[in-house]
């Protein structure tokens, strides 16, 4: 899924520094909370002008995970300030920085552009979906960089734009996805780092979000409708869910999918094997 090696000297030019882990709320090692995200389904018809052939050039470059080539072709855009050219600049990075490969400051560098790319365009385009699903993505993984205190102080404006882009395109998968895991890790919550994190932010006038095991599995499903089979840690999460709801056939069902999905990279292999190890453990 991911590219060759950087050719660095191409991005100095256009001031990409260095880029993130995806969202992990209260743990290291955990599975990345979003996936990697390969398509961007838009409501919305492609620009009818010149640019429209380079954007398709680009989609397919993406699709092919391409990652490096796919920011140039998009950098070397005439219109780089199209609102299309921009979000896709802003996707690119965004799946760069989950490329092992690059160091942690690098990955916090190239996070910081995309949300500085698309965090003007915000008020200026609220009819655009893809506005939206960028900005949460990029918003909630700078406040990782930023601390604890960042990323929970964001988890409701995360969540606030995801509702909107999910509102404006209800078939996108990968977002009904990213809606599902924020119920789902703010419902992971122990009581007692609720309890303590409420009692840290207490002068701030800050209440942690809750969510329920059902508000995620209703994402799960949907996401799973959306796109049957789309994603590994997806069908992983809606066999959890049925777990923690005490329904252990639906629970079978969806994690023996998850456990003989085809592994094409390591979240693929994390859900493997942790849905196999739960299957274990199923009476």
Same mark, same amino acid.
């Given at each position: 899924?991911? +590219? ?18 995806? *969202?992990? @709320? ?7 909370? $979003?996936? +990697? ?9 492609? !620009? ?6 380079? @954007? ?72 655009? *979906?893809?506005?939206?699903? $960028? ?17 929970? +102080? ?13 509102? @404006?395109? !209800? ?34 006038? *800050? ?77």
């Amino acid at each position: 899924m991911l +590219t060759s090696d950087l050719d660095e000297a191409k991005y100095n030019t256009r001031n990409l520094h260095r880029p993130i882990k995806a *969202f992990q @709320l209260w743990g290291a090692g955990s599975i990345s909370l $979003w996936p +990697t995200i390969k398509k961007n389904n838009t409501n919305t018809d492609k !620009p009818k002008d010149p640019i429209s052939s380079i @954007l398709d050039t680009a989609d397919g470059t993406f699709e092919m995970g391409r990652y490096e080539e796919c920011y140039n072709i998009l950098t070397n855009v005439q219109n780089e300030k199209d609102i299309e050219v921009k979000w896709r600049i802003c996707r690119v990075l965004y799946n760069m920085a989950k490329d092992s490969k690059y160091d942690e400051q690098y990955k916090k560098d190239i996070i910081s552009q995309a949300y500085d790319i698309i965090a003007p365009e915000v008020d200026q385009n609220w009819d655009n *979906f893809a506005v939206h699903k $960028w900005y949460a993505l990029t918003l909630d993984a700078k406040s990782s960089y930023i601390g604890i205190k960042e990323k929970i +102080t964001q988890l409701e404006n995360v969540k606030k734009h995801m509702d909107l882009a999910v509102t @404006l395109n !209800p078939s996108d998968a990968s977002l009904l996805h990213m809606l599902g895991e924020w119920c789902y890790q703010v419902t992971e919550i122990p009581w007692h780092q609720r309890k303590t994190i409420e009692i840290l932010f207490q002068d701030f006038h *800050f209440i942690l979000p809750h969510s329920t095991y059902e508000d995620a599995l209703e994402y799960f499903l949907r996401a799973e409708m959306a796109q049957p089979r789309f994603y590994s840690i997806n069908l992983l999460r809606i066999g959890c869910c049925y777990l923690k709801l005490n329904k252990d056939d639906q629970a079978r069902y969806y994690l023996k999918l998850a456990a003989s999905y085809p592994a094409k990279s390591n979240n693929d292999h994390k859900a493997n094997k942790e849905a196999a190890d739960l299957l274990k453990k199923i009476k």
